[in-house]
């Protein structure tokens, strides 16, 4: 599904110096190097604080805690996402509440998330699926009415953008009271190990953070809250380091692979390509809504199993993301779901199918996908 030996292979003449000096200077734990990246990522995505953290599911765990959140505060998240959004949220005792996505954009239905609010709602946490923006407008517009507080999960979306209404455009990360990513490596902008961060543009909300990733420290040895111990470490910021000048030509290279994709696949009865938000189709040459970080295809009376193994056994990687919905797992079901409400979420994880998507797909593999993938379905 990825291809990371081709992409280090460009950028090793950075990366292995860099590894090389933290080695020597021994500073693996908050050297000048996660600094560093931290205010590289700030200027990056335009956003007051970066906080860096050990991985993306902690980068949520820590927004929840820095926002003061309470057992039994109810928390509004899509049934069709990665299970660590709504793990969190379990975790801290909070009630996790699962609503539907829109059937063509797979992110957050805003619709099914008014419906679901209830005088114990504290927050909203829509998540950027598969590298596309969420509806962030209507989003912070309910929040504002319903005064919750909105936690965007970015670990899908770094450096893609949302145009508002009125034309201006925001780095996802940047929109939300606060924001978690994950630079695990197979992410749009991945490290070599695991990592992640928070972001914020409220200051004391930052100050709040910071000591919590830090065992709830603000002065040391003085353990003002309970905390927790995640940290980026230097290495892995090295790693960040040398990758995020090439994040925007990393999110154009899979946006081209996208392009090449839905330009063989469009029109098909059977086949529903991508789609960007409201206002673009996710491939156009004005905004970067979409970038990518799965290819998914919607099919249409296709026997989409068979179509998988198919492809495994043509050596084609695909990825079926995500089979079960969160309201079914068994960790997470809830008698007050009705599965009426899921009819979406429902649907999709039957019809969903995701192609190789990274910075190295060239013409000729892509061409032997979409055909691989078109004969199959022309054929049956
Ligand atoms: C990857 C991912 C996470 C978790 O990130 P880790 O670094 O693996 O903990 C959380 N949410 C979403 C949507 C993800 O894709």
Redesign the pocket.
């Known amino acids: 599904m990825v291809d990371l030996q081709s992409q280090y292979a460009k950028i090793k003449d950075v990366v292995d110096p860099s590894i090389q000096e933290i080695l020597e200077s021994a500073a693996f734990i908050n050297g000048p190097k996660v600094h560093q990246f931290q205010k590289n990522l700030e200027d990056y995505l335009g956003v007051k604080h970066v906080i860096p953290c050990a991985?993306?599911?902690?980068?949520?765990q820590i927004a929840m805690m820095g926002l003061g959140l309470k057992p039994g505060d109810e928390v509004i998240t899509a049934d069709f996402?990665?299970a660590?959004?709504v793990e969190v949220i379990a975790l801290l005792q909070l009630t996790p509440v699962l609503v539907d996505v829109d059937p063509i954009t797979f992110n957050i239905d805003v619709e099914a998330i008014e419906k679901a609010i209830t005088p114990k709602t504290k927050a909203i946490v829509p998540?950027h699926?598969f590298g596309l923006a969420a509806d962030m407008d209507a989003i912070m517009a309910l929040a504002k009415k319903h005064n919750l507080y909105v936690i965007e999960?970015n670990?899908?979306g770094i450096g893609a953008s949302y145009t508002h209404k009125d034309g201006s455009k925001t780095k996802t990360g940047a929109i939300g009271h606060v924001a978690?990513t994950?630079?695990?490596p197979s992410?749009n902008l991945g490290c070599y190990g695991?990592?992640?961060a928070i972001f914020t543009n409220d200051d004391d909300l930052a100050h709040i953070i910071r000591g919590i990733v830090n065992h709830g420290m603000y002065e040391r040895y003085h353990h003002d809250v309970v905390g927790v111990n995640s940290r980026l470490d230097s290495i892995q910021a090295a790693v960040l380091d040398a990758k995020l000048p090439h994040l925007d030509s990393y999110n154009e290279a899979r946006r081209n692979a996208a392009r090449k994709y839905t330009d063989a696949f469009k029109n098909h009865p059977k086949i529903t390509t991508p789609s960007g938000n409201t206002t673009c189709d996710g491939i156009c040459d004005t905004c970067d809504c979409h970038v990518f970080?799965q290819y998914t295809l919607n099919l249409n009376d296709v026997d989409r199993d068979a179509l998988v193994k198919h492809l495994q056994e043509n050596n084609i990687p695909c990825g079926v993301y995500y089979p079960i919905p969160l309201h079914l797992q068994k960790a997470y079901r809830d008698e007050r779901y009705n599965e009426d409400d899921f009819k979406v979420t429902n649907q999709l994880v039957r019809s969903v199918i995701s192609l190789p998507m990274h910075t190295e797909l060239d013409d000729e593999q892509i061409e032997f996908i979409t055909s691989t993938v078109l004969n199959f379905i022309n054929q049956n």
Do not use: C, M, Y
């Not at 991985?55 to 949520?60: C, I």
């Open positions: 991985n993306g599911t902690d980068a949520l996402t990665f660590a959004t998540v699926l999960d670990a899908q978690s994950s630079f695990f992410k695991d990592g992640g970080h």
